[in-house]
């Protein structure tokens, strides 16, 4: 079944969970953001429910349901075709890496914050590809972004540490971290890489990239994306 784009208002978002419910305060703080949610306490309700239901996002609270969640991704892939996906899991049920029926995994413990940030780049929009986050729009399908009035291509990597960095807006992500996740390595001797990148960042996104007021360096420890 082919998925339409939403609609304007408010993004509904079906979200699963089992009996163990891990982290119960994050659905009030989607419902004070706006957001509809309707929940699902089994797999097998939530394919009921993704397949009449309207939903913009799925969010899949595997901790809660003391599994790794891929199971019900892989089925409501299956279901809706090109429904966005968030899993939630922990160390203990953990993923792969490149685990695909999900379009993005979280890990507990995590923020609201973080969270709705995730969502935001996840959600669709008016189905351009356009995420805007604070002064910042990413054009996902063009690989651009545009910021203090200009618009500047990004390769895929610096697409891909933008959105990281938007993902965990307000937080300081340290280095080893960056690496790992955008360069898929564990050797994070090669300082300078990722120094660069920053900088290139910086000359897309910042006024003036030497007195950056979004995107700070926190000395002997990461970086952080201010929105």
Not at 145 to 170: E, F, H, I, W, Y
Request: overall charge positive; some cysteine.
């Amino acid at each position: 079944m082919a998925r339409k784009l939403p609609k304007a208002g408010a993004a509904r978002i079906l979200w699963v969970e089992g009996r163990w419910t891990s982290n119960p305060e994050f659905i009030p703080a989607l419902l004070q953001k706006g957001f509809q949610v309707e929940r699902a306490s089994s797999g097998k309700q939530a394919l009921t429910l993704v397949g009449v239901s309207k939903h913009d996002l799925v969010i899949v609270d595997a901790a809660s349901m003391r599994t790794n969640g891929k199971r019900i991704c892989t089925s409501v892939r299956d279901r809706i075709d090109g429904m966005p996906i968030l899993l939630i899991s922990d160390k203990q049920y953990p993923v792969d890496a490149d685990f695909e029926c999900a379009n993005a995994v979280l890990v507990l413990p995590f923020t609201q914050r973080k969270l709705i940030n995730r969502i935001g780049l996840l959600l669709p929009g008016d189905g351009s590809g356009i995420q805007k986050a604070g002064p910042l729009e990413l054009d996902l399908n063009a690989q651009t972004v545009k910021a203090q009035g200009k618009k500047t291509p990004l390769t895929p990597r610096l697409m891909k540490l933008l959105r990281m960095l938007v993902d965990n807006a307000g937080e300081v992500v340290d280095r080893d971290t960056l690496f790992k996740n955008v360069w898929r390595t564990d050797y994070t001797g090669d300082t300078r890489t990722l120094d660069v990148h920053i900088s290139w960042l910086r000359q897309a996104i910042e006024k003036d990239p030497k007195k950056p007021k979004l995107l700070h360096t926190i000395r002997r420890v990461g970086y952080r994306l201010d929105l």
